[in-house]
Each structure stands twice: as C-alpha cells, then as structure tokens.
Nanobody, 117 residues
C-alpha cells in the first residue's frame, strides 16, 4: 500500500504563490507516474499537472505558464509550484501516484488551497 501525504496548502491572495509537496511511501518511487489533481467547490476533479517516471511533464491549459511540477526521486517527493494564483485556483489539491508496472492508483487526503483577498 502506497501512502501519499500532501502539504503546503493555505490561504493566499490573488497573484500570490504557494508550493505544494507530496511525500510518497512508494518504492521504487522512480517507477511511479505522479499527478496533481484538484476539485473546486461544486466542480469535478480535474488534472492539474503530471510528471511521468521518465520526467515528462503535462499541464492543464488553465495553469500553463503559472504552475511547475517537479519530482525528487531520492526524497520520494513531488512538488507543485503555483505562481500568479487566481480565485479559480481555489480547490482541494490531491496527489496521485500510478504504478507503471501494476497501474494501481493511490491518492493522498488532499490539501486545501484558497485564493482570496
């Protein structure tokens, strides 16, 4: 069983920045594709950014140029640097890990991000 623990959420003003982190118990971590999702109030869960085991990145159009995903395989963490935040970014952010071998999915408990003045 893989455990994922997100941190770094909070309240920030529009235009501000936050850095989310996800610590994973997955091993070997390098064989997992990692993805950040979010679910805003009254909205469905949506993909925000992903980074494959090989390091390829993909982003939702709404966050391109503002968010950056990165991973540290030695520390077994994946980070999401969020800049120029907007009120529409308000959501619970979830970390997801998918095994490249078994295709099993694992989810964190989520961290709240609120963008408001």
């Amino acid at each position: 069983q893989v455990q994922l623990v997100e941190s770094g959420g909070g309240l920030v003003q529009p235009g501000g920045s936050l850095r989310l982190s996800c610590a994973a118990s997955a091993s070997p971590f390098s064989t997992y594709d990692m993805t950040w999702y979010r679910q805003g109030p009254g909205k469905e869960r949506e993909l925000v950014a992903g980074i494959s085991s090989a390091g390829f990145r993909n982003y939702a159009d709404s966050v391109k140029g503002r968010f950056t995903i990165s991973r540290d395989n030695a520390k077994r963490t994946v980070n999401l640097q969020m800049n120029r935040l907007k009120s529409d970014d308000t959501a619970v952010y979830y970390c997801n890990a998918r095994s490249r071998s078994s295709l099993a999915d694992y989810w964190g408990q989520g961290t709240q991000v609120t963008v408001s003045s």
